[in-house]
Nanobody
Framework: QVQLVESGGGLVQAGGSLRLSCAAS????????MSWFRQAPGKEREFVAAITWSGSNSYYPDSLKGRFTISTDNAKKTVILQMNSLKPEDTAVYYC????????????????????WGQGTQVTVSS
């Protein structure tokens, strides 16, 4: 089993930055690649970023490249999402998730491939 706890959400003005953290624990946590998803009201859950625990491989959708950066602190088993130049459309609940594989593979953007999820943290960007 893997337990995930997100933190760092809040209210920020457009153009600002936020840093989200995901504390991961559990016996098999190192066996899972890690990702962030987000879900805005009335919308489907959206893939944000993925990374392996070594930090050597990461993946972003084109729409978020350059503004969002995912990283890991392997010693602390923490996954970080640094979000810069935030826009009102970034407003959502952000979720940390553990993929069923340790490496980034085809299907990493699909929420169905993630057996473990955190409770989410709210990010609100005001205009």
């Amino acid at each position: 089993q893997v337990q995930l706890v997100e933190s760092g959400g809040g209210l920020v003005q457009a153009g600002g930055s936020l840093r989200l953290s995901c504390a991961a624990s559990g016996r098999t946590v190192s066996h899972h690649a890690m990702s962030w998803f987000r879900q805005a009201p009335g919308k489907e859950r959206e893939f944000v970023a993925a990374i392996t625990w070594s930090g050597s491989n990461s993946y972003y959708p084109d729409s978020l490249k350059g503004r969002f950066t995912i990283s890991t602190d392997n010693a602390k088993k923490t996954v970080i999402l640094q979000m810069n130049s935030l826009k009102p459309e970034d407003t959502a609940v952000y979720y940390c998730a553990a993929h069923y594989r340790a490496y980034l593979a085809e299907g990493v953007t699909f929420s169905e491939n993630y057996p473990y999820w955190g409770q989410g943290t709210q990010v609100t960007v005001s205009s």
